[in-house]
C-alpha cells in the first residue's frame, strides 16, 4: 500500500532563517506531488504540484520553491522566511489518471517568530 | 465566482440527526468528484469519491448533479465523531493535474 512521508511535524523558525520540509512517498511509481499551505481557519493554498522529477509548477508568487529531486521525493523550501510564511504545511500525492483522489501528509505547523 | 464553493457553516445537529451539505462548481468540464474531512489541525482525509450515480457509504450518502452542477454529501444518524469540516474537491478535465479544494463546511454534532 501507499504511504506518505513528511517531516518535520512542528517547526518554530525565526524571521529571515531558511527552511527546507521534505516529504517522501512509498509504494507508488510518478506519482503527482503537491505542496500547500493552510493558514489558520482557511481552506487550502496549493503553493507547488509536479507532475514528475525536475518538473515544478508554481501556483503563487512568493519567497517559497519547490524541487523534485527524485521520483516520490518532493522539497519545500525557502532562503528567507517571513513571517506570513506561518501555517500548515501539506504534502500530497496522487496517482495520474483521471478519479484518483489525492492523499495528504500529516503535515508541518510552521510558526515563524 | 469561486471554482468550488462551500457554505462555511458551522452547522449544529443533535447526536442522531441527519444532515446534507451541498457543494457548487462553476466548469461544466469536471470530471471527478470527492468529498474530504477535515479534523481540527490535522490533514484532510478522503471520505469518499462521488460516482455519477450517487454512491452510499454505510451512513454517508453523496450525489452529484451535473445539470445544476452540485454535489451533495448527506449523513444519516450522526455521531459526535462526525464532527469536522467537509471539503468538496472538483477535478477538472482541462487541470489533468489539480484538484480544487472548496474552502470546507463545518460540522458539530452536540449530546
Known amino acids: 500500500s501507499q504511504t506518505i512521508h513528511q517531516w518535520p511535524a512542528t517547526l518554530v523558525q525565526p524571521v529571515g532563517s531558511p527552511l527546507s520540509l521534505e516529504c517522501t512517498v512509498e509504494g507508488t511509481s510518478n506519482p503527482n506531488l503537491y505542496w500547500y499551505r493552510q493558514a489558520a481557519g482557511r481552506g487550502l493554498q496549493l503553493l507547488f504540484y509536479s507532475v514528475g522529477i525536475g518538473q515544478i509548477s508554481s501556483e503563487v508568487p512568493q519567497n517559497l520553491s519547490a524541487s523534485r529531486p527524485q521520483d516520490r521525493q518532493f522539497i519545500l523550501s525557502s532562503k528567507k522566511l517571513l513571517l506570513s510564511d506561518s501555517g500548515f504545511y501539506l504534502c500530497?500525492?496522487?496517482?495520474?489518471?483521471?478519479?484518483?483522489?489525492?492523499?495528504f501528509g500529516d503535515g508541518t505547523r510552521l510558526s515563524i517568530l | 465566482r469561486k471554482e468550488v464553493e462551500q457554505d462555511p457553516g458551522p452547522f449544529n445537529v443533535p447526536e442522531g440527526a441527519t444532515v446534507a451539505f451541498n457543494c457548487t462548481y462553476s466548469n461544466s468540464a469536471s470530471q471527478s468528484f470527492f468529498w474530504y474531512r477535515q479534523d481540527c489541525r490535522k490533514e484532510p482525509k478522503l471520505l469518499m469519491s462521488v460516482y455519477s450515480s450517487g454512491n452510499e457509504d454505510g451512513r454517508f450518502t453523496a450525489q452529484l448533479n451535473r445539470a445544476s452542477q452540485y454535489i451533495s454529501l448527506l449523513i444519516r444518524d450522526s455521531k459526535l465523531s462526525d464532527s469536522a469540516t467537509y471539503l468538496c474537491v472538483v477535478h477538472y478535465t482541462g487541470t489533468a493535474s489539480k484538484l480544487t479544494f472548496g474552502t470546507g463546511t463545518r460540522l458539530q454534532v452536540t449530546l
Open positions: 500530497a500525492w496522487r496517482n495520474k489518471g483521471g478519479f484518483q483522489p489525492q492523499h
